[in-house]
């Protein structure tokens, strides 16, 4: 069995919660806060550290971080590029070759989805890689073009980004994260084909977050 690629993990969690108009890393879902869902999936993962970044005004008394560690975006108002910065520069391990990107706002992702997709990255460290539905070609394919979406496949998160791309990554500005860089054609992306509809549920809106709980609160995680 190969060996698995040394990658950390950054949890990005200090978004506003505009679009939600409260916020949303405190919303239950099936007896946690929304954002444990996504410390305890990266937690007990093949990740080498979990840096979880929050704004300096959040309390994380009610959170059980376990083995994360917390870096603070105290420019989270300039958008999730500066979030991302932060989340870079709190990496430790002298020899990742990647950092995994998770959302607070996804409650489904789980540890055997970030262990298979450490495990796919480990074939590849100087490629990008994500997760796609309905990828067509078997178990990988190549992106199209337009970095996003190719025979009705639909691109989704936790990316993984290579080391050899952290320096171009810190110097993106705005609230664009690493999405200008995978829109140009010649950036290297594999994308791996996961069958579960789920792990593409980003709960930003009131609308999402009622369809998380109708249709997932009574699943056990």
């Known amino acids: 069995m190969k060996k698995l690629a040394n ?8 978004g506003k919660s505009t679009r939600m108009g409260e916020d949303k890393r405190l919303l239950p879902f099936r007896g946690l806060m929304l954002l444990q ?28 971080l376990a083995r994360a560690k917390v870096a603070v975006s105290y420019q989270r108002d300039k958008g999730q590029s500066y979030s991302l910065n932060a989340g870079l520069s709190a990496i430790s391990e002298k020899n990742t070759q990647g950092c995994m990107v998770l959302l607070a706002d996804q409650p489904l992702i789980n540890t055997e989805l970030i262990n298979m997709l450490v495990q796919k990255f480990s074939e ?39 080391s050899t791309y952290f320096e ?15 829109k140009n054609p010649q950036t290297p992306l594999k994308l791996v084909s996961v069958d579960e509809i789920a792990y593409f549920l980003d709960v930003d809106t009131k609308e999402a977050y009622t369809y ?8 056990i995680s």
């Open 168 to 182: 171009q990554i810190k110097e993106l500005k705005e609230d664009y994260g690493a999405k200008n860089i995978l």
């Open 7 to 14: 990658v950390s993990g950054i949890i990005l969690a200090a």
């Open 37 to 64: 869902h996504i410390i305890n999936a990266s937690v007990h993962s093949e990740l080498k550290e979990i840096i979880l970044v929050v704004d300096d005004n959040f309390a994380l008394d009610s959170f059980n």
């Open 212 to 219: 998380l709980c109708k249709q997932y609160d009574k699943l």
């Open 124 to 162: 590849d460290t100087e490629s990008f890689l994500a997760p796609v539905k309905d990828c067509v070609g078997g178990n990988n394919a190549v992106r199209g073009n337009d970095g996003v979406q190719e025979n009705n496949t639909v691109r989704g998160n936790p990316v993984i980004i290579p």
